[in-house]
């Protein structure tokens, strides 16, 4: 049988808006992605996976979707936008687009009218419904929580109705229970495979389904239980339909998005070989490992990477799927802090850059780089809570402000906050990091002059190299490495992330101090080594910090 293509790929994920701007308004744009696709090319990438660059108010930076089939003025148009697809697969390079299927924005159309009259049809493409009353005092219809610490439902007085939102209130959930509103959303999907798109990563896709019978958490006013709307029954028949009748209509890879909620056997549930409706699911167990997850009540010096945690999650998966079905592996994405800063470490810039670059590229998995990632961009020093320019910070900062000093929810978002991923790419060290010509909302790094894509080129070692010196050995051997079974090494070991993938051995240190590693070399060829020394004796290797090897056998 003949591999599916995307398990000998290397995906990027581009977040249009802090990518590249080619015209000089402040906001990356698809032209911009078009210049820097033989930056791309060049890195060893496959396909790019581009966040949603469709029509929308920019509640939640493009997931607020008002018009799913128009591109958003503000990064270009459909020519632009078929364009880029023309351009990249003329590089071999394949386009993934974000279907973003579980809500509309409350500026869509079908929302728009569904508020415009008391029983207006399109009510029953969302879910309204009406207040529940105690002691004659209206509250929502039941006490679910969202995603963005707020109650999940919203009060709309000309109806006198509520609708659900498991995001913010301007994203109204879609109901997927009406054939009606499935019918729209599988039109949407072929408009973009029409167009030429290669396939979608599925936003938010565990959570189409709800539990109808709408009832409370417990009795406090606002509580959260993910499985409210998470992996739930009805989900597994929408996903067959939107399968059969449209992802095997076409060429269309498949990556969706399951998040926390998800344990290993419902992952395979998704994607399994045999009967799985997609090809491969974003798990989350292996981000935040080092506890700085609603880590509010944490000293800074309590933040540390449990390292033993991290492969045992990984090591999970890697178990339930060895044969049974493929998955995708990533450091972090456009809703987490950086990598560099959460695993990684500034002082040692590129030895630990370049480490988890090595553990993640030869993984028997579709590896996908976050832009960025692969120059070791970092955290960034937001000073106030106004240099913020996501949703979910805000409404965590509104959330949390009366029991917490301002400085110090500033402090936690610079740890935790997605806009930490957000903040411009770092080309050059010329003005705006050579991202655009202006800047007015978007954020750049102060460390973009030490920290940029020309500085690492021109470098004889940098992290940009070594991710390219790794893609090019993982594709030399990438027949081994989606047939053999990953095997951790060690895996008790507390600061070392050691696998083997035959015929190659991978060995990272996670920790800034150095640490003894049993291991026998003997035999074993260095293909890569972030030091110019390697401390060997009596079967030992004394690994400096995050230093990382790369061996053969
Ligand atoms: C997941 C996306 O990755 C995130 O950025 C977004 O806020 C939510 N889904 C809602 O679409």
């Avoid at 869509?108 to 009353?133: C, T, V």
């Avoid at 945690?309 to 972090?332: C, E, H, I, M, S």
């Avoid at 990953?486 to 895996?491: A, N």
Wanted: proline content about 3%; charged content about 25%; hydrophobic content about 35%.
């Amino acid at each position: 049988m003949k591999e599916k293509w995307f398990k000998k790929a290397v995906g990027y994920q581009i977040y249009p808006r802090s990518f590249k701007d080619s015209n000089g308004d402040g906001v990356g744009d698809i032209n911009g992605i078009i210049e820097k696709l033989p930056y791309l090319k060049d890195l060893g990438i496959d396909f790019i996976w581009i966040c949603p660059i469709y029509q929308s108010p920019m509640d939640d930076n493009g997931y607020d979707i008002s018009d799913f089939l128009a591109i958003d003025k503000s990064f270009g148009n459909l020519l632009d936008f078929k364009n880029l697809i023309k351009k990249a697969h003329d590089l071999g390079i394949k386009i993934i687009v974000d279907l973003v299927l579980n809500h509309s924005s409350d500026e869509h159309l079908w929302f728009q009218k569904a508020i415009s009259s008391k029983d207006n049809e399109y009510q029953e493409y969302y879910y309204f419904k009406e207040g529940r009353y105690e002691n004659d005092v209206r509250k929502p219809p039941t006490n679910w929580q969202s995603f963005f610490s707020q109650s999940a439902w919203t009060y709309v007085e000309s109806i006198d109705k509520y609708y659900l939102h498991i995001f913010s209130k301007k994203m109204p959930d879609l109901n997927w229970t009406n054939p009606k509103l499935r019918n729209e959303m599988k039109k949407i999907a072929r408009y973009y495979l029409e167009l030429g798109c290669d396939g979608f990563r599925l936003d938010a896709i565990a959570h189409l389904s709800k539990d109808n019978t709408f009832t409370n958490i417990n009795d406090l006013e606002l509580a959260f239980d993910s499985g409210k709307f998470s992996n739930r029954e009805e989900l597994f028949d929408y996903l067959k339909e939107l399968k059969t009748e449209v992802f095997d209509k076409y060429e269309c890879f498949t990556v969706g998005e399951v998040g926390g909620c998800a344990s290993e056997q419902e992952g395979l549930r998704y994607s399994n070989y045999q009967s799985g409706f997609l090809d491969m699911v974003f798990n989350f167990d292996t981000c935040w490992q080092n506890g700085a997850y609603g880590s509010i009540d944490k000293k800074d010096s309590e933040i540390v990477t449990d390292v033993y945690n991290l492969k045992t999650n990984f090591k999970r998966w890697f178990d339930a799927f060895y044969q049974k079905g493929w998955q995708p592996v990533y450091w972090l994405n456009h809703d987490h802090p950086r990598v560099l800063s959460q695993y990684g470490d500034l002082n040692y810039h590129y030895e630990s850059g370049s480490m988890l670059g090595m553990v993640l590229l030869f993984m028997p998995a579709t590896p996908f780089i976050y832009q960025g990632e692969e120059i070791g961009m970092s955290n960034v020093n937001y000073k106030d809570i106004s240099d913020f320019d996501d949703i979910s910070a805000k409404n965590f900062y509104d959330a949390h402000k009366d029991n917490y000093s301002k400085e110090w929810i500033v402090h936690i978002l610079n740890r935790c906050s997605r806009d930490n991923a957000r903040s411009i790419m770092q080309w050059n060290d010329s003005f705006n990091a050579g991202f655009s010509s202006t800047l007015k909302k978007l954020k750049i790094n102060d460390n973009y002059k030490e920290i940029n894509v020309s500085k690492q080129e021109n470098e004889t070692k940098s992290i940009l190299k070594s991710y390219k010196q790794f893609i090019k050995y993982r594709k030399e051997f990438i027949d081994f490495i989606i047939t053999n079974k990953i095997e951790f090494i060690d895996l008790d070991n507390q600061d070392i992330f050691a696998y083997q993938i035959k015929p190659l051995t991978i060995i990272g240190n996670f920790r800034n101090f150095e640490v003894d590693f049993d291991f026998d070399l003997d035999g074993y060829e260095v293909l890569y080594n972030n030091y110019e020394i390697l401390k060997y004796q009596n079967n030992k290797i004394n690994l400096a910090p995050f230093q990382a090897l790369l061996l053969k056998k």
